[in-house]
């Protein structure tokens, strides 16, 4: 279930990334803070943005942060984090993102189940009205507990 990985340690509302790489940074020292990911990790998540773009933008306004599988990943994880204010990739397109995803993986494998349950996560439109409007966090995680 979604709701044992993103728990509301992992959830952060009302964020003011000044970009995209901020926005990272952010999403990423959640998973610091819980000793999900290594340091690393989160420099992974920018360079996989600098060398491929945003692709990981799955539905408009919500971006799926990642980085390469492996050592730097202390386990499976998942994060939130929700912006008071849109942030746009400048330097491709000016693409708007409205919250991020941070998701780290130890192996290309290990991980499928909780993908799954993010990409049902994604098609309940009351959860994506609460993360690109910047609901409140009580809100969002109701959403969450029901997956």
């Known amino acids: 279930m979604i709701s044992n ?26 998973l610091l803070d819980e000793k999900k990911v290594k340091p690393e990790f ?29 050592s730097d990943v202390i386990e ?27 998701f780290g993986a130890t192996d290309k494998d290990s991980h499928m189940e909780m993908l799954k349950n993010v990409v049902q996560l994604l098609q309940d439109q009351e959860f994506i009205q609460l993360i690109t409007n910047n609901g409140s966090k009580s809100m969002i995680m109701e ?3 029901k997956y």
């Open 42 to 70: 989160i420099n992974s998540m920018i360079e996989t943005v600098n060398t491929y773009g945003p692709y990981m933008i799955l539905v408009p306004k919500v971006c799926f942060f990642h980085g390469t599988p492996g």
């Open 76 to 102: 499976p994880c998942l994060s939130l984090c929700v912006f008071k204010d849109p942030v746009f990739f400048e330097e491709y397109e000016n693409k708007q993102i409205n919250c991020c995803f941070a």
């Open 5 to 30: 990985v993103l728990t509301e340690t992992m959830v952060q509302t009302n964020a003011s990334p000044k970009n995209w790489e901020e926005a990272i940074r952010m999403a990423g020292q959640l």
């Open 143 to 145: 959403c969450i507990q």
